[in-house]
């Protein structure tokens, strides 16, 4: 993946990498912690549940300069970020709206959010209270070692379904899907539209995937890097490493060979009105 021809963000990023608060890593050992760390991560709209609440904390006294803006980490976030501005700028202007960009905020271990306390325990995730992607540095390396293997195309994956869901927002979606959740009457019910909600961000992915493809020369081995992400991240797969068990009725963002479906139905086609993941009946998405 050559994504050093994508355009930058045009200083879209907010670099808080190196400072982390003090006190503001929730601590994760042992296996238990592990557990919650895998589930926790993969990669909610809403937060809120998981950050702020009552965990310990483990004091951080590691301090650290933050990183030159110029380092290889920051440029690949940044033109990722600017790719994703210029796709949906595009496509919301052919649907006569205005996109409004989504800033990316970059830290390491822990920050502050508009949906409370961020830590790398979260992974990444899009805030809609304050419209940010927050994303924990630390988060490449756990792709890469355990994840499905990480690689370029993966991580802009990543970012890019955070990005999906700032476009969920931008169109209302979300806000349809918080309201049916409310009126649900089973946590199965409940959860089946936060699957459909997700699948949807994984079709955006694919849909940016599909625009930026002549800039960034992806291979099929790319793919195949973003395919092993999405299935090492489906909640059937999440749930046989953390409890040996499958239980469809407590999937959240949808089993590993529906968003491995989904991402690659966006990257197909290059269009969101493909990404209908609401009309399908529950068992055909
Ligand atoms: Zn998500």
Known sequence: MDWKNLPGSGGGIDDRRGGGLPGGGIAVGGVGGLIIALIAMFFGVDPGAILGGGQQTAPQTQSGAAPSANDEEYQFVDRILGSTHQVWSQVFQEAGRTYTKPPLVLYTRGTTSGCGQASSAVGPFYCPADNGIYLDTSFFATMQQRLGGGGDFAYAYVISHEVGHHVQNELGIADQVTRRQRSARTEAEANSYGVRLELQAD???????????????????????????????????????????????????????????????????????????????YNQL
């Open 203 to 281: 079709c955006f992915a694919g849909v940016w995937g599909n625009r930026t493809r002549e800039q960034t020369n992806i291979t099929q081995a790319d793919v195949q890097e973003a395919v092993r992400t999405a299935e090492a991240i489906g909640d059937d797969n999440l749930q046989r490493q953390s409890q040996g068990r499958v239980v469809p009725d407590a999937f959240t963002h949808g089993s590993s060979q529906q968003r491995v479906k989904w991402f690659m139905t966006g990257l197909r086609s290059g269009n969101p009105n493909d990404c209908d993941t609401f009309s399908l009946p």
